[in-house]
């Protein structure tokens, strides 16, 4: 059954002026994602992530933001190019069953995703096909609508697949892992 997606023009009502007072992006990020690597942001929305991320692995690395929805990533677009870090987002577009991208990748981030995705395993499997030998992802659900117990079923699927869990991680108003290939 298809799950439900948030739609792009509620986007304004969690990636607004106040997110960057819930989630601090460094202080998150900064230490998994080094200068230089190639980081997967999946379901990146309107790009309050994959902006931070594209800071953090600087000029030499690069940012796959990818999300279903075109005009998640033309909002996208419009802010890398405002911040002036164009250069280093990579946007596609994927299909609600697929990824269909091919590539390595250091680290991945699904913030506030997993939940809308149709198939976990199948979706978890390409992760795990991405992802370096070593390479980290983090799951980060908003607890308002995930619970403890789902996220707990989340990393049993993805052991399935050959993930280990490093950690739980604290994240506001979400339930959140580090998990490791
Ligand atoms: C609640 S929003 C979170 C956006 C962003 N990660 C953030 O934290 O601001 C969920 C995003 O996941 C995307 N999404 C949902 N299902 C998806 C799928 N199967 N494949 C790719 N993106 C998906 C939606 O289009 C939406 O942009």
């Given at each position: 059954?298809?799950?439900?997606?948030?739609?792009?023009?509620?986007?304004?009502?969690?990636?607004?002026f106040?997110?960057?007072?819930?989630?601090?992006?460094?202080?998150?990020?900064?230490?998994?994602?080094?200068?230089?690597?190639?980081?997967?942001?999946?379901?990146?929305?309107?790009?309050?992530?994959?902006?931070?991320?594209?800071?953090?692995?600087?000029?030499?690395?690069?940012?796959?933001?990818?999300?279903?929805?075109?005009?998640?990533?033309?909002?996208?677009?419009?802010?890398?190019?405002?911040?002036?870090?164009?250069?280093?987002?990579?946007?596609?577009?994927?299909?609600?069953?697929?990824?269909?991208?091919?590539?390595?990748?250091?680290?991945?981030?699904?913030?506030?995703?997993?939940?809308?995705?149709?198939d976990?395993?199948?979706?978890?499997?390409?992760?795990?096909?991405?992802?370096?030998?070593?390479?980290?992802?983090?799951?980060?659900?908003?607890?308002?609508?995930?619970?403890e117990a789902?996220?707990?079923?989340?990393v049993?699927?993805?052991?399935?697949?050959?993930?280990?869990?490093?950690?739980?991680?604290?994240?506001?108003?979400?339930?959140?892992?580090?998990?490791?290939?």
């Open positions: 059954m298809a799950q439900h997606v948030c739609p792009w023009w509620q986007v304004w009502t969690f990636d607004n106040f997110r960057p007072l819930l989630h601090n992006i460094p202080k998150l990020y900064s230490p998994y994602v080094k200068p230089g690597m190639r980081v997967l942001d999946v379901g990146c929305g309107a790009g309050f992530t994959s902006l931070g991320l594209a800071r953090l692995v600087g000029e030499q690395g690069k940012v796959f933001a990818v999300d279903m929805q075109p005009q998640m990533l033309a909002m996208v677009k419009r802010r890398a190019a405002k911040a002036n870090l164009e250069k280093r987002i990579i946007l596609h577009q994927c299909q609600q069953h697929s990824l269909g991208l091919k590539t390595s990748v250091d680290f991945v981030n699904a913030f506030w995703m997993v939940h809308e995705i149709p976990i395993p199948n979706f978890l499997a390409e992760v795990y096909g991405m992802l370096k030998s070593g390479g980290r992802f983090l799951i980060a659900e908003p607890s308002h609508h995930v619970k789902e996220l707990r079923n989340i049993h699927e993805a052991e399935r697949v050959g993930l280990a869990m490093v950690e739980y991680v604290k994240v506001r108003w979400s339930h959140a892992v580090l998990l490791i290939k």
